[in-house]
């Protein structure tokens, strides 16, 4: 039926981004989803961003992705989290417009050059000589393609739980994909039970708002994207609440019915997202445990109670919501309900998300074992980027732990598995203060502008940004001031007097300076800089030691992360490595001695082992 460059299976956060990147970088590229009113569809909380998740919606921004450009022409409410904390830990977090959300991510991917997108269940991947080479629909139609990524989300043998009903559905009723699954294991995959779960929606009429506290978005919102300087005023409001002993006692005396406790459901479910019985089951002594009401869009008055998935009878779930402040009067438009799926295990992937036992077979999102629409995004954008390249016969576009967040989240997928659908936070990233929200440009833009895929304009937005904050930088640490031109003004912002000479560089690391306050003792004419440019001067200027302390640990994570090592040893030749090393080494097949740091099983003291041998073939003994 057609013959493609890359075909992409799933239209949801990962495959947008896939097949967006894919065909900007040159490439005739077709996306499948089951159904296209599932591209970029949130089937949970209506919202980007948030601590860590709003770092890696910078960074896809920064390579040319498209989710932070679309929450910023979507969102309804804006807010940067932890400004309390350093920027380390800054993150935006953006409540969107559900349906405005998939409406402008479709439009975009209609008017996207050399990319197709066709409604269609894919039943069964084709497999040649070891490398992929197409797809066969549920219509029995063939599709040719060089490489295939594979992103079918919670949709691939979906089944729902509420209560002791259980049936086969993807999320939010619409079809799962099981043909696909049964096919992917006959071509030797091993596919594991994960789940997540969501909550009730309800209408916002039937809600008392006067019993729950009003959350306003920041005063001035802040864009997600590089490219946008403005994105207007906050639209709407969420509200917080708490549930009760009331709440906790109908629970409780349901656990019998829930399909969790119930033993029906076998798929592991996300440990930071807890569904309600399972949180009033672990934190028993706790009294209340808030949630927000949150608006699933301008154009509808359903509201989402983030905080409350549960996959309880729908007549305990009404019970239960209903012993709420402000809920007692709900009406529920949609039961909070529990999805199993399945998905690999990542530890089969290399770093490029190429699955290692079949060629040009690339995996994304939820799929790999993660969870989160910034996740799956993120990870749809490099398996995109690296299917591209791959074809091209190009080298592997594959980030550090210490270039990005993106790199942290698919080496901890890829190096160290794991067995519970994976969410990224700020602690995962051990070198948080260099992979900050604000300077993810500078970090990655070059990068993917050299790849081929962030555009011109990406490109001069990011030099002009990067040369007007260096020309700032060199001009605030050469200006200085004598003591008495600035005593009072540092008596005015409640810090110290100085006895010498300063420079504006060394006034700004002053906490209780800002970069806007500086105007008031500077008499020459200022450059226009915009929110990211003030944003990226102020922590360079005010974090500078710390950073350059991080910089230094990153030489030495590099020392070994520069330690290639080629897929094709045999760890078993190597004589003092442990068996379980062995094992972890020949599974994995590490692409660093860095990367076989990580790999649990790996001890410090095969890596000695390792370095030893490495040196003595290096010398050709
Ligand atoms: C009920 C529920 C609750 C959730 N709760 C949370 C949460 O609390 N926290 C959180 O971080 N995340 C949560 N998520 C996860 C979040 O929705 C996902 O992480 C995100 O949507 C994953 O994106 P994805 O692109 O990998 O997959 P999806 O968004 O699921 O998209 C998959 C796409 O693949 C397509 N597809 C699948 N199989 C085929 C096939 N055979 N042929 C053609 N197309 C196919 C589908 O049509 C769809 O377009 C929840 C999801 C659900 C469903």
Not at 194 to 200: D, L, V
Not at 260 to 289: M, T, W
Not at 542 to 571: C, H, M, P, V
Request: glycine share 8%; hydrophobic share 35%.
């Amino acid at each position: 039926m057609g013959e493609y460059d890359v075909i992409v299976v799933g239209a949801g956060h990962a495959g947008c981004e896939a097949a967006l990147a894919s065909a900007r970088m040159g490439k005739k590229t077709l996306m499948f989803s089951i159904n296209l009113e599932a591209v970029a569809m949130m089937p949970c909380n209506p919202s980007i961003g948030g601590t860590g998740k709003g770092h890696l919606v910078r960074e896809i921004d920064a390579l040319g992705g498209e989710m932070g450009k679309n929450i910023d022409k979507t969102f309804i409410q804006s807010k940067m989290l932890n400004t309390a904390k350093g920027p380390a830990v800054h993150s935006l977090r953006a409540q969107a417009d559900k349906n405005k959300y998939h409406v402008e991510m479709k439009r975009t991917i209609e008017n996207t050059p050399g990319l197709d997108m066709r409604q269609g269940e894919v039943t069964d991947i084709i497999v040649e000589n070891g490398r992929v080479c197409g797809v066969v629909t549920k219509t029995h139609t063939w599709y040719k393609a060089e490489a295939v990524i594979l992103a079918t989300g919670t949709f691939l043998a979906g089944k729902i739980f509420i209560g002791d009903s259980a049936f086969s559905s993807g999320p939010n009723g619409l079809a799962p994909s099981c043909e696909l699954a049964a096919n992917l294991k006959k071509h030797g995959m091993k596919l594991r039970r994960f789940k997540t779960g969501t909550p009730a929606r309800c209408l916002g009429s039937s809600l008392d708002y006067s019993k729950m506290e009003e959350q306003r978005g920041d005063e001035k919102t802040v864009p997600f994207s590089f490219m946008n300087d403005e994105i207007g005023d906050n639209k709407g409001l969420c509200w917080l609440t708490y549930t009760n002993e009331e709440t906790h006692r109908v629970i409780r005396e349901n656990f019998h019915r829930s399909a969790l406790f119930g033993g029906q459901i076998e798929g592991i479910g996300p440990r930071y997202c807890p569904s309600i019985e399972d949180k009033v089951n672990r934190f028993a002594d706790k009294k209340r445990h808030q949630l927000f009401i949150e608006p699933e869009g301008l154009d509808t008055d359903e509201m989402y109670i983030q905080g409350m998935s549960s996959s309880l009878p729908e007549d305990v779930q009404l019970a239960f919501y209903k012993t709420i402040a402000g809920l007692e009067n709900i009406r529920i438009v949609r039961p909070a309900y529990a999805i199993e799926y399945d998905c690999i295990d990542p530890q089969d992937l290399k770093l490029n998300l190429e699955y290692r036992a079949i060629e040009n077979l690339f995996c994304a999102g939820q799929f790999n074992g993660s969870s989160g629409y910034e996740e799956a995004a993120a990870q749809g954008l490099m398996a995109g980027i690296n299917a591209a390249l791959k074809i091209s016969g190009r080298e592997p576009f594959i980030l550090g732990r210490d270039e990005a967040y993106i790199g942290v989240l698919i080496d901890d997928l890829v190096t160290k598995g794991t067995n519970e659908p994976y969410r990224i936070m700020t602690s995962r990233a051990e070198y948080r203060l260099v992979l900050r929200q604000d300077n993810a440009d500078q970090r990655l833009t070059e990068k993917s502008y050299k790849i081929g895929l962030a555009d011109e304009e990406r490109y001069r937005r990011y030099k002009s940004k990067k040369e007007a904050v260096e020309k700032e930088m060199i001009r605030l640490t050469e200006k200085t001031v004598s003591p008495s031109e600035v005593n009072a003004f540092l008596e005015s912002h409640g810090t110290s007097p100085v006895n010498g000479r300063i420079s504006f560089a060394e006034l700004l690391k002053r906490p209780q300076i800002t970069y806007a306050d500086l105007k008031e003792i500077d008499d020459e004419t200022r450059p226009e800089l915009s929110y990211h440019e003030v944003t990226q001067l102020e922590v360079q200027i005010k974090y500078e030691g710390y950073i350059a302390k991080q910089l230094q640990q990153i030489a030495r994570f590099k020392k070994l992360e520069n330690r290639r090592l080629s897929e094709d040893l045999d760890y078993s030749e190597i004589e003092g490595l442990r068996l379980e090393a062995v094992q972890k080494l020949n599974q994995i097949k590490p692409e660093s001695v860095g990367q076989a740091s990580r790999i649990s099983g790996v001890s410090p003291a095969d890596i000695n082992v390792l370095l030893v041998y490495l040196e003595k073939r290096k010398r050709g003994n």
